[in-house]
């Protein structure tokens, strides 16, 4: 009697030229990241020089330090301002 077999293939290894091209996209997708990092910092670094003294000690940060909170989010001594 016939029976009747249900069920899938074992999946075949992706090909040389899919690994390729996945890993290619997956290298755009970290430029692009990269590249909108660097343009909110800049973004974030012109909007802090904007501001004057007094509204940057109410943040809790010195004009010297507006370079190192916008690309590390904290002061130079490592305390994260909030």
Excluded: H
């Excluded at 990269?34 to 012109?46: M, N």
């Amino acid at each position: 009697m016939p029976t009747l077999r249900m069920g899938t293939k074992p999946a075949a290894r992706p090909s040389v030229n899919g690994r390729s091209f996945a890993t290619a996209v997956e290298i755009c997708r970290s430029g692009l990241r990269i590249l909108a990092l660097i343009i909110r910092i800049r973004r974030d670094r012109a909007w802090l020089d904007e501001l004057p003294d007094y509204l940057l000690r109410d943040i809790g940060i010195k004009r010297s330090e507006i370079s190192s909170v916008t690309w590390c989010g904290g002061s130079q001594d490592g305390n994260a301002r909030i």
